[in-house]
C-alpha cells in the first residue's frame, strides 16, 4: 500500500477566535467564551479562551468565577456561547478543506482529517507547502487560524497536531512515526484514560515505546482482544481507519416519560414540545433535512406502538415537526383508549441538499 498523507487541522482557540473576529478591537486582551447556567450572574463554565487569558492559567471548563477572579485587573472581556456563529464559521471552514482533501471527515465543531495523498502525489515536502497554502486560503476568506499535523495516518496526525498550537504545523513522516511517538506518554492515544493508564503503569508501561515493546499477547490478556490489538497498533505507528465523512445518521429522536399517565392530547404535546426542540437542534446542526416524522408511544400496560408520516418534500423547520406530531398523536388517541406513559419524537430520511447547495455557491 502506498503511504497515505494525512492530515488532521484543529482550529485554534476556536470559539474564542471567533469572538475576536467580529470584534477586532478585543484582540490583544483576554477573551472569555462562557456557558452561562443563568442561576446567579457568574455562575458557569469556561468554554475556551484566548492564548492570553490563559497566561492567567484560564482553563476550558473552570468555573466562570474563578476565571474572573484569575483577570481581575486585567481589560479580560467574556462573551456567551454563541453556538449558530461558531458552527457556521466552522462549515465556510469545512467547505474550504473539502477543495483540497480527496476525502474529509468532521470529527467536531473544530476539527476535521483531510486525505490529501493524491493532491501531494505522497510527498511530505509538498505536504507541507500544501497545509500551508490551505492555511492562506482560510485565514484569506474566513479570518481564522488553525493548526495542523501531518502524518501518515490518523492517529500519527492528530498527535503531531496537538504538539505545537497555536497556529502550528508539525508534520511526522511515515518513517519517524515511531520515533516521534516513543517518548510520549500513553494516555496521549486515543482511548488511553484514566483507568487504564493506571492499568498500564501497574504493568510497568509508561511511554508509548513501552507499550509499543510489550507482549500483545499479555496486552489481549489484560485489555481483550480488539484493546489490546488496537493498543499495540497504536503504540507501533499503525492505523488504518480511512478518512470518511462519518456516517450520516439514520434518524434522530428523543423519548421521555410524561409526569402523569393521560389520555390528554394537550398534556402529551407539551411533553412532545420539549421533545421536539431537542430533535429540532440536532437537525439543525447537521444541516438535515427531513422527509419522515414519527412518533413512538409506551401505553400504561407497557405494550408500544410507534406512528409515523413521510412528506411529499424534504423540511427541516420546527414547526412541519410539530404540526404532524400533533396530526399523529390526534389520530392514535383516537384509535386507542389506553392511557400513555412514555412518548418519543423521531424523524429521519435525511437529505443533505441545502447543505450540497451551499457548498457549490461559496465554490463559484
Ligand atoms: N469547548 C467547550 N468546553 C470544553 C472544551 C472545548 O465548550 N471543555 C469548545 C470551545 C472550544 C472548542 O470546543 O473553542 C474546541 O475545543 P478545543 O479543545 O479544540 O480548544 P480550543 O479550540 O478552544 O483551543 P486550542 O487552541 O487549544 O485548540
Ligand atoms: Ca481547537
Ligand atoms: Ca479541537
Redesign the pocket.
Known sequence: MQTRIIMLA???????QCEELRNPTIKDKPVV?G?YSGRTEDSGAV??SNYIARKYSVK??MPLFLAKRKLEGTDAVFFH?DHEYYDQISSSIMDIFRQYATSIEQV????AYLDVTEQVEGNFEKAREYAQKIKVHVKAQVGITFTIGVGPNKLVAKIACDSQ??DGLTIVRAEDAKVFLAPLPVDRLLGVGKKTTQRMEQMGIKTISDLAKYDCQRLIEVFGKILGIYFHNAANAVDNEPVQEQGEAESISKIGTLKQDTHDLEFILQKTDELTEFVYKEVTEKAYSFKTISVYVVNIDLSSKSRSVTLEQPAKDKETIKRNVRMLFEKYLAESELDVRRVGVRVSGFSKEEHRQRQLTNFF
Open positions: 484543529d482550529f485554534d482557540y476556536f470559539f474564542a467564551v456557558v468554554s475556551t476550558s471548563g456561547v467536531s465543531i473544530d476539527e498550537k497555536p
